[in-house]
């Protein structure tokens, strides 16, 4: 005789299962339905059935590190896990259930995790790689990178390793010797030009200055050049005779006064108007060149 699921056989005729948190108490009779009855506390049944008692719950035992995640109803057993740094190495019944217990993997210095443990699996190690490190041993910490001092504005003291952590020193200058010295140069150069142009202002006003000086004092100092004596032998010409009259007069304009002795012109510019006279004896005339006197040399022969 073949039953529904639902349903089982007892006495050739099919009776109902009981549902899950109940327990059949009598078998069906003259009608299908069978008898069922609650879980008391602490047991349980967690499927449709025709148990004449209820599964008696579990308890998580924390000597074998395991700890109650959910507590045991009339419809599911108490559900253990391992405690925090255990994994479960053998399941007990349901699926979520673990009947034991063993510690994780911890990762030495130099090894991170690179897959933590949970209930179900050990940690996971690696060797650190280039340019990172751990320093602990544990089942948590994975591989880190070495601090970067320059970042920090530090000086590096120590490289780090896959152990230990790279050592940083004092801050580093705000302006390095390569930051300063080409402003300072730049510097030095534009002062030193400016140090030239003012020396060179300074001589060259100077100068003018000392020019200026010896030109007034020349101007002052003027001292009519001598005549010489065969230019006074001669009378002098009715234009002389002029000139020497209006030595008292104001010159309204400077004259140039040419001079020739012996076939020498000398020119005279005088600065100022310089009145000088001739004594009236002199005759001499201007517009003929001056002559002088035969020497011993040319006296005829006797």
Same mark, same amino acid.
């Given at each position: 005789?073949?039953?529904?699921?639902?349903?089982? =056989?007892?006495?050739?005729?099919?009776?109902?299962?009981?549902?899950?948190?109940?327990?059949?108490?009598?078998?069906?009779?003259?009608?299908?339905?069978?008898?069922?009855?609650?879980?008391?506390?602490? $047991?349980?049944?967690?499927?449709?059935? $025709?148990?004449?008692?209820?599964?008696?719950?579990?308890?998580?035992?924390?000597?074998?590190?395991?700890?109650?995640?959910?507590?045991?109803? !009339? =419809?599911?057993?108490?559900?253990?896990?391992?405690?925090?740094?255990?994994?479960?190495?053998?399941?007990?019944?349901?699926?979520?259930?673990?009947?034991?217990?063993?510690?994780?993997?911890?990762?030495?210095?130099?090894?991170?995790?690179?897959?933590?443990?949970?209930?179900?699996?050990?940690?996971?190690?690696?060797?650190?790689?280039?340019?990172?490190?751990?320093?602990?041993?544990?089942?948590?910490?994975?591989?880190?990178?070495?601090?970067?001092?320059?970042?920090?504005?530090?000086?590096?003291?120590?490289?780090?390793?896959?152990?230990?952590?790279?050592?940083?020193?004092?801050?580093?200058?705000?302006?390095?010797?390569?930051?300063?010295?080409?402003?300072?140069?730049?510097? !030095?150069?534009?002062?030193?030009?400016?140090?030239?142009?003012?020396?060179?202002?300074?001589?060259?006003?100077?100068?003018?200055?000392?020019?200026?000086?010896?030109?007034?004092?020349?101007?002052?100092?003027?001292?009519?050049? !001598?005549?010489?004596?065969?230019?006074?032998? $001669?009378?002098?010409?009715?234009?002389?005779?002029?000139?020497?009259?209006?030595?008292?007069?104001?010159?309204?304009?400077?004259?140039? $006064?040419?001079?020739?002795?012996?076939?020498?012109?000398?020119?005279?510019?005088?600065?100022?108007?310089? !009145?000088?006279?001739?004594?009236?004896?002199?005759?001499?005339?201007?517009?003929?060149?001056?002559?002088?006197?035969?020497?011993?040399?040319?006296?005829?022969?006797?």
């Amino acid at each position: 005789m073949t039953c529904p699921n639902d349903m089982y =056989e007892h006495n050739s005729k099919c009776c109902n299962k009981c549902q899950k948190g109940t327990h059949m108490s009598s078998h069906c009779s003259n009608s299908p339905k069978t008898q069922c009855v609650q879980c008391p506390h602490g $047991y349980y049944t967690e499927n449709m059935n $025709y148990l004449d008692n209820c599964l008696e719950c579990i308890s998580c035992d924390s000597d074998h590190h395991l700890q109650t995640v959910k507590n045991c109803t !009339a =419809e599911s057993n108490t559900i253990c896990m391992c405690m925090e740094g255990f994994y479960c190495t053998q399941s007990v019944g349901h699926k979520d259930e673990c009947g034991k217990c063993e510690p994780v993997r911890r990762c030495p210095p130099g090894h991170g995790v690179s897959f933590p443990p949970n209930s179900k699996s050990d940690t996971l190690c690696k060797a650190c790689p280039a340019g990172t490190f751990n320093n602990n041993t544990d089942y948590i910490t994975p591989c880190r990178n070495h601090t970067s001092c320059l970042d920090l504005g530090r000086k590096l003291v120590l490289s780090g390793t896959a152990k230990t952590d790279a050592i940083c020193g004092d801050f580093i200058p705000s302006c390095p010797k390569s930051y300063w010295m080409l402003p300072a140069g730049l510097w !030095a150069g534009l002062i030193l030009t400016l140090i030239l142009v003012i020396i060179g202002f300074t001589c060259r006003k100077c100068k003018r200055k000392r020019n200026a000086v010896i030109t007034m004092v020349n101007s002052q100092n003027f001292v009519p050049p !001598a005549l010489p004596p065969d230019v006074i032998k $001669y009378p002098r010409s009715p234009e002389l005779q002029k000139l020497t009259n209006s030595k008292d007069k104001d010159c309204a304009v400077e004259d140039d $006064y040419a001079l020739e002795c012996d076939g020498v012109s000398l020119n005279m510019f005088p600065e100022k108007c310089v !009145a000088f006279s001739i004594p009236v004896d002199i005759n001499m005339s201007i517009s003929e060149p001056y002559k002088s006197e035969p020497q011993e040399d040319d006296w005829p022969a006797l």
